[in-house]
């Protein structure tokens, strides 16, 4: 039933719609039951075994030939009572039910029947109600000009005081002064935004201005509104990831100003052929050192400890370096020194072991592909001994004292391998790079059995008098 709080055109809207939907309901049944009848024209009574004789006849070879056709569905074909199927019953049902459903409404004038021909169910709705104009004499019209009784407003003809006059005057001056001011703080949220590289969005500033938003407003949407704040985010990628990390976020001041610097450290140390012509490009990389709290100066030591001991230096240096870490271009050697997983100290001490390296190599210390043949692990080990660092000995000066002594240690080694002596150039480097002593009292040793043999305490080998008499004073 309709509720007293429903008006007419209400009722008569709701009693369409339901109309309508159990129409469509109806309507897919019966296409359904069309569907069906028309696949199997000819539904077959219970218990009626009659065939046409003659259709019989021309069947019985097909069906001996052929295998079995698909059952039917006997719920569109059957016949169950007054020549209709149980598919036909039940529309026919469904239709009934539904007029007896709209009828039950109780909205006046909505009436509705089953079609006895088509089985489609009618129903005949109220006409909608027209709102009158109210006119004149109604309760709810409103006098206008001309009729009689109207009275027209009360315009007082009574001059403002000069007191009423200023107040009116300060008050446009005062709206007009709120709006200039407004007016130029949004011009300066402009101005800040393009000095972020971000003058796109002033589109979107003049927008919020004009719904009304002060420029404070607008600010803090667009630095942290998700709707609006697309563009910041990306301007400033490296603070989401330091807040990510668990570390603060830089001003916008502050993480230009390490942009800033960073791009200056790469043009000091001629490395500016590294700096991108696309604005984009450069932000993207610096948020990396900025994501990973890398300072301008701690930039600034990877770059100079880069160039001064790897790419502006000794060529060799630089190949040296590529045979212990790789095959690396300038770019990738500036990259390495930045990546935030090589600590500084770590760096400073791979670059000073390819200098060790090529310390050997200069003096002929060479593998078979004419690289250095101190190996990368070796080269580092002598580096983090102190090797070619203040307090240390030089990598150049070492090796030279290592190149004068080693063949004849290794000579005198095999003449006198019966001493278990083995002066090879680990024990050479150890003496001369690192100071040990025991490497300098194995080289003393065969210098002293050297010496035994030359005065004949060792032996009376004339090989090894020929060795004493050409390497003793330089051994």
């Known amino acids: 039933m309709a509720t007293p709080a429903q008006t007419a055109a209400q009722q008569a809207a709701l009693a369409k719609a339901t109309i309508a939907k159990l129409n469509t309901q109806l309507k897919t049944t019966q296409a359904n039951l069309a569907a069906t009848t028309a696949a199997n024209p000819k539904p077959v009574a219970i218990g009626d075994r009659a065939m046409d ?3 019989a006849t021309a069947a019985a070879p097909a069906q001996a030939n052929s295998t079995p056709a698909p ?6 074909t059957k016949v169950i009572s007054g020549g209709k199927t149980q598919a036909q019953l039940d529309a026919a049902a469904n239709a009934t039910q539904t007029a007896t459903d709209i009828n039950a409404m109780g909205i006046s004038g909505l009436t509705s029947t089953v079609d006895a021909t ?3 169910v009618k129903t005949v709705t109220p006409p909608a109600v027209v709102k009158k104009k ?12 001309g009729d009689p009784g109207y009275k027209p407003p009360v315009v007082s003809d009574v001059p403002l005081t000069a007191a009423e006059l200023a107040a009116q005057a300060a008050a446009l001056a005062a709206a007009r002064t709120a709006e200039l001011a407004n007016t130029d703080a949004f011009a300066g949220l402009s101005d800040l935004f393009a000095s972020y590289g971000l003058g796109d969005l002033s589109g979107d ?9 002060t420029a404070n407003e607008a600010l803090v949407m667009l ?9 910041y985010t990306a301007r400033f990628a490296g603070n989401k990831t330091r807040i990510a990390n668990g570390l603060n976020a830089l001003s916008e001041a502050n993480y230009i100003q390490n942009e800033n610097a960073y791009a200056e450290t790469l043009k000091a140390y001629g490395l500016g052929n590294m700096l991108s012509t696309d604005r984009k490009v450069n932000e993207a990389k610096f948020a990396q050192y900025i994501a990973n709290d890398m300072s301008p100066t701690e930039f600034n030591d990877r770059i100079k400890t880069a160039s001064d001991n790897v790419i502006n230096t000794d060529p060799q240096v630089m190949a040296t370096f590529k045979q212990y870490y790789g095959g690396l271009t300038n770019s990738d050697l500036v990259a ?14 791979k670059a000073n072991a390819a200098q060790i390296g090529t310390a050997a190599q200069e003096q002929g210390f060479m593998n078979a592909a004419g690289g250095s043949n101190v190996s990368q692990e070796r080269a580092m080990q002598l580096s983090l001994m102190g090797v070619n660092q203040p307090g240390g000995v030089g990598a150049a000066s070492g090796y030279q004292s290592v190149a004068e002594v080693l063949p004849a240690g290794q000579k005198l080694s095999s003449i006198y391998k019966e001493a278990g002596i083995n002066y090879d150039q680990t024990a050479a480097e150890n003496e001369f790079l690192l100071q040990n002593a025991a490497a300098q009292k194995q080289r003393k040793g065969l210098a002293s059995l050297e010496r035994g043999s030359f005065s004949g305490d060792y032996g009376t080998s004339s090989q090894a008098g020929s060795l004493s008499n050409t390497r003793q004073g330089q051994f």
Not at 134 to 145: A, K, N
Request: net charge neutral; hydrophobic share 40%; aromatic share 14%.
């Open 134 to 145: 109210p006119v004149f004499g109604d309760p709810d019209y409103v006098l206008q000009p």
């Open 71 to 76: 059952a039917q569905d006997t719920y569109y």
């Open 53 to 55: 004789a003659k259709a």
């Open 118 to 120: 088509t089985g489609m």
């Open 336 to 349: 390495y020194f930045l990546a935030p997983d090589e600590t500084l100290p770590l760096l400073k001490q």
């Open 223 to 231: 630095k942290y509104d998700p709707l609006f704040n697309q563009a």
């Open 205 to 213: 500033i003049t927008m919020l201005m004009k719904k009304g938003k």
